[in-house]
């Protein structure tokens, strides 16, 4: 991997590294007056200033700028009491990343009873690159299976009756509706339905649009980013991470209507079923396609960063509760305004920042918690939750040592919360404990505001779940102010250069987020049973964990 520089100080990094920083105050100007603030205050605003400065870059996964922030993390570790958690008594876990990127432009076409078809790129097609082989060259007919999920919770199997083994399938890019809006986003994860396809034998996977998916993310947009990097982790020999059965690409509207044309499946009759969630007709297509695609796949080297504080117990402290939270952002990309560098204050210097405030008090307590606690700063959650994937399924302590993982992702601290929300809570055990924490500080626990947005499988606590993990990541409610300051921030600064250390940051409110987050991990930490995943629920069922009732 590249190597670390925890032996360099801090600040002769930072001042290495290149000049991209916005225009400092003209010399002799006054300096803005401010009272001072309160310690733990002042010490937020310290950790969040470094991270989220221009020096840093905007701190994306595998260049040196993480690689800074990343040895930032550790000696903060160290200052607070913590001791190393990571590989060979070091500060950090390797994450081998491998990035693939599309070397020139793809093609593809298709065959229709003897006729070839022409696919245009970039308006019947485009690419979602996945990381995998360096070349694909695929030329098979062509099987719709509708939304190609296999679900062992619930006994779905969208391949029943269906031989795809050396064929391409066609999915649609959603899931089925009437679903619970956490389950019917795992269900569409799109690698885990790759791997569905190759387990079946298909040679590839292309992915169509639907007017679901259109709604969030129209394929124009898809096709404006087709060359964007995939990210993986490598296996042991160096090789990225099984992604399925090649994606061969995203199929719209119009490119659909082709892939369809000449079969038995009409392509209306499926777009109808799909929009009034009616059982899809599957089955093979006339089509054959063929396409074939170029990448260069490098490694990408970074790592996680990892501190233990030691349970006080003889017996618990063997038990392992996780506090996570991400440092990677999405660094330098397209100017706005004159400015190109995404420092990511809010996303997720001050996840950061609160989580080595939470490991700072319990270094400092009279008391230790019973159990241990384990802080991991994890990289390339931008990228598809890989750190947090990486660490969850190869943990630096015994894999069924971890009995409970505490997020923290992207806390909207630009305003006084009243009330909070808990993603995941209300699966498992952990939720009484937080509702306990929340209410001993005088917040409310509410109900996720926007279930449509699934945020229960979009940050990295999700990756501990799918390790039979009972989870949970909190975040700032809608009360109050809330949730215009939320639509403001998600509007206006949301992996945009502007998510600066200048917002409008409220302190105190960054405070009473790490005093209840403390509370929640002490909770956890000192119960005498580890947490259980409720008595039928969907995750618990479906990832038989340890803790699964």
């Known amino acids: 991997m590249r190597p670390l520089l925890f032996c360099l100080p801090l600040l002769s990094l930072v001042a290495a590294q290149p000049a991209l920083a916005k225009a400092a105050p003209a010399p002799g100007a006054p300096a803005a007056q401010t009272a001072p603030l309160p310690p733990q205050q002042a010490a937020l605003k310290a950790h969040v200033a470094f991270l989220a400065s221009d020096a840093l870059r905007g701190r994306e996964a595998g260049t040196p700028d993480y690689d800074v922030a990343a040895e930032y993390v550790a000696s903060r570790m160290l200052a607070a009491g913590l001791t190393p958690g990571g590989i060979d008594g070091s500060w950090f876990q390797p994450v081998p990343l491998v990035v693939a990127k599309p070397a020139g432009e793809p093609t593809m076409a298709l065959t229709v009873a003897g006729k070839p078809v022409p696919m245009a790129f970039g308006t019947d097609w485009t690419l979602r690159a996945a990381p995998g082989a360096a070349a694909v060259d695929v030329s098979a007919p062509v099987v719709f299976a509708g939304y190609g999920i296999v679900d062992a919770a619930t006994g779905r199997d969208d391949y029943r009756g269906l031989d795809v083994r050396g064929k391409v399938v066609a999915i649609l890019y959603s899931g089925p509706k009437g679903l619970n809006s956490e389950i019917a986003a795992h269900l569409s994860n799109r690698l885990d339905r790759a791997r569905v396809a190759k387990a079946h034998g298909a040679v590839g996977v292309v992915v169509i649009e639907t007017s679901q998916i259109h709604q969030v993310y129209p394929f124009a947009a898809m096709a404006q980013g087709w060359d964007t990097r995939a990210v993986t982790w490598a296996d042991a020999q160096g090789k990225p991470r099984d992604s399925g059965a090649p994606t061969l690409g995203v199929v719209s ?279 259980r995943w409720n008595k039928g629920d969907y995750f618990g069922t479906l990832y038989h964990g340890p803790m699964a009732n």
């Open 253 to 531: 509207f119009a490119g659909a209507e082709k892939l369809f044309a000449g079969s038995k499946i009409r392509w209306r009759a499926v777009r109808a079923a799909d929009e009034a969630g009616r059982k899809l007709p599957t089955g093979p297509l006339a089509a054959t396609l063929a396409t074939r695609q170029r990448f260069t796949v490098e490694a990408a080297p970074s790592a996680n960063v990892v501190g233990m504080l030691r349970g006080s117990d003889p017996t618990l402290a063997s038990e392992v509760v996780v506090l996570s939270a991400h440092l990677d952002h999405i660094g330098v990309t397209k100017p706005v305004d004159g400015d190109a560098i995404n420092n990511g204050a809010l996303d997720n210097a001050i996840g950061i920042a609160s989580m080595l405030e939470v490991a700072k008090a319990f270094g400092a307590a009279e008391t230790r918690p019973k159990r241990s606690l384990l802080f991991v700063a994890v990289t390339a959650e931008e990228k598809g939750l890989i750190g947090s994937d990486y660490f969850a399924t190869h943990p630096t302590v015994p894999k069924d040592a971890v009995v409970a993982n505490v997020n923290l992702d992207m806390p909207i601290l630009t305003y006084r919360f009243v009330d909070l929300v808990a993603f995941g809570a209300d699966r498992s055990s952990i939720g009484p404990a937080v509702a306990a924490a929340a209410k001993a500080r005088g917040f409310a626990l509410v109900p996720d505001p926007a279930p449509e947005e699934a945020d229960f499988v979009r940050t990295d606590h999700y990756s501990f779940v799918r390790q039979g993990v009972p989870s949970v990541s909190l975040n700032p409610g809608p009360g109050g102010p809330g949730a215009a300051a939320t639509k403001a921030f998600l509007d206006n600064n949301y992996h945009q250069p502007s998510d600066e250390i200048d917002l409008p940051i409220d302190w105190k409110a960054a405070e009473d987020f790490v005093d209840v987050n403390r509370g929640i991990a002490r909770a956890l930490a000192d119960a005498p049973d580890r947490p």
